[in-house]
């Protein structure tokens, strides 16, 4: 990868592809971030032994799944490709706009541009395909849509964040016709998930009608962010059942590829 890399075309996920960039980063991060330092697992390395610092990291680990959601992003990154090279227009290199409200992957350098797989066949397309139960538009998840941020970090090292763009849920857990939760895991397996959904002002259409308002002007937005759980996804077990049903993720897109 080039040092200064940013995606510039769809044909740059060959790239992360071929240069195996998009591969698990939770072992470096462990060794780095949690084995040094002031961490749980030195004070309990220090105070208690080995044996007990390795087993409430292999606790840390099991609770939020992240060596799972690592490892994840490598396969659906190489379905995307493999998507691109099938049908070109499928995949999508966009620039994030400075006053766009779609989550941001802070740990790349000038993160303004994203490839998008814009997830919208139609029944008949989608019903045969593996994964199709989960992934396809109207399938469990809601999938509207998928991400990738990828470039470098402000010490030349593979930053990326694959992003899950699922339906909104109400309290009653079914799918919002608007709106819209972003599930975003990191190389190192973080996770984190934000909902945005928009809403009307008052008068707005009026006004922008009468010229009083551009057409971004008529909407505000309630957003909210934090852990990938049940409030944020919007339904039960959510962590565990993305961590589960991810590597489905990658079959459904392979399976896209091929159609």
Known sequence: MQQLFTPSAVSDLQALVSGNAMASQYEHYINERLRQGDTFYTKLLTAEGKEAAEAALTQWNLRDRRSDFAATVAPVVQSLFAMHKAEVGLVKVVDLRENSFYPRCHGIVNP??????????????????????DWAPNGRLG???????AGLDRDFRVAAELGLVLALRGEDYQQRKDGFVVVNIALNGTTRATSIEPKLINNGYLMYQLGLLEAEQTLSRSESGGAVND?????PGALNYLANKLPDLAQYFAALAKR
Not at 112 to 133: C, D, E, I, W
Not at 143 to 149: C, R
Not at 231 to 235: H, Y
């Open 112 to 133: 303004n541009k994203m490839f998008v797989y814009f997830n919208q066949l139609s029944p008949n397309q989608q019903a045969t395909l593996p994964g199709a139960t």
């Open 143 to 149: 999938l509207k849509a998928v991400t990738l941020k």
């Open 231 to 235: 409030s944020s996804v919007g339904f």
